[in-house]
């Protein structure tokens, strides 16, 4: 078989994965760019688990969708843009809405917290993703979700008073992408969450709660965070 045989034959084999209905469910729901686990998609899906993490395994094996292990849990997303691209046309061409991703997290938590010794929550997604957006952060590549900052990156913080050289010479991995289980979505973890989390109380643009992993902002943190990052709390 010849170049173009193979490639109208993995597009064949894509097309199939995708025209299944609950497979199909499945994927259009993590266009919104949020992970989730079998468990979830079998529910949104309507099959049972064991069916579902079939059609997962067909998924993964055409690269439409990822896995990633965290903990005990086993999140998958969709395989990257190209995919969600190709889903979005199909899903112009169909027509109809997809129900938004709706946590049940209590809104405290969800808004701000700790996850271990950095910002976890709607808070720590948006510094993850602004931090990217400026140039200062370069994404995650690879199964190990491992981030780092560019020169402009490591300026910036240090302007703001972080001692990078210190935080990357510490017995830890430096920085990578940690998946939310509130917003689904990853936020900063690493030695560099760690040390982001720190500047952040030390300055007092937030407080810890005494009663809980909740973060709240305070008013000078809210004014600090659109000054500095451009990032409405």
């Given at each position: 078989?010849?170049?173009?045989?193979?490639a109208?034959?993995?597009?064949?084999?894509?097309?199939?994965?995708?025209?299944?209905?609950?497979?199909?469910?499945?994927?259009?729901?993590?266009?919104?760019?949020?992970?989730?686990?079998?468990?979830?998609?079998?529910?949104?899906?309507?099959v049972a688990?064991?069916?579902?993490?079939?059609?997962?395994?067909?998924?993964?094996?055409?690269?439409l969708?990822?896995?990633?292990?965290?903990?005990?849990?086993?999140?998958?997303?969709?395989?990257?843009?190209?995919?969600a691209?190709?889903?979005?046309?199909?899903?112009?061409?169909?027509?109809?809405?997809?129900?938004?991703?709706m946590?049940?997290?209590?809104?405290?938590?969800?808004?701000?917290?700790?996850?271990?010794?950095?910002?976890?929550?709607?808070?720590?997604?948006?510094?993850?993703?602004r931090?990217?957006?400026?140039?200062?952060?370069?994404?995650?590549a690879g199964?190990?979700?491992?981030?780092?900052?560019?020169?402009?990156?490591?300026?910036?913080?240090?302007?703001?008073?972080?001692?990078?050289?210190a935080?990357?010479?510490?017995?830890?991995?430096?920085?990578?992408?940690?998946?939310?289980?509130?917003?689904?979505?990853?936020?900063l973890?690493?030695?560099?969450?760690?040390a982001?989390?720190a500047?952040?109380?030390?300055?007092?643009?937030?407080?810890?709660?005494l009663?809980?992993?909740?973060?709240?902002?305070?008013?000078?943190?809210?004014r600090?965070?659109?000054?500095?990052?451009?990032?409405?709390?």
């Amino acid at each position: 078989m010849n170049v173009e045989g193979h490639a109208d034959l993995a597009v064949a084999r894509m097309a199939a994965a995708i025209g299944e209905p609950a497979r199909a469910r499945m994927l259009g729901c993590l266009l919104d760019g949020r992970a989730r686990t079998s468990t979830e998609l079998a529910v949104i899906a309507g099959v049972a688990p064991s069916t579902a993490s079939a059609h997962l395994a067909r998924l993964k094996r055409q690269r439409l969708v990822q896995v990633l292990a965290q903990g005990k849990h086993r999140y998958y997303s969709l395989a990257g843009a190209p995919v969600a691209a190709a889903l979005e046309a199909l899903s112009v061409l169909a027509g109809g809405a997809r129900a938004a991703f709706m946590p049940n997290t209590p809104h405290r938590l969800r808004a701000a917290r700790t996850c271990y010794d950095h910002i976890a929550g709607a808070l720590g997604v948006s510094l993850h993703d602004r931090f990217l957006a400026l140039g200062w952060l370069v994404g995650a590549a690879g199964a190990d979700r491992a981030c780092d900052l560019t020169p402009k990156g490591a300026q910036a913080l240090e302007t703001l008073g972080m001692n990078v050289q210190a935080t990357r010479a510490l017995r830890r991995r430096f920085a990578f992408a940690c998946l939310d289980w509130s917003e689904r979505r990853p936020h900063l973890g690493g030695a560099l969450g760690a040390a982001l989390q720190a500047l952040v109380l030390q300055r007092r643009w937030a407080v810890l709660e005494l009663d809980s992993r909740a973060l709240t902002l305070t008013r000078q943190g809210r004014r600090e965070l659109l000054a500095r990052f451009g990032l409405q709390a």
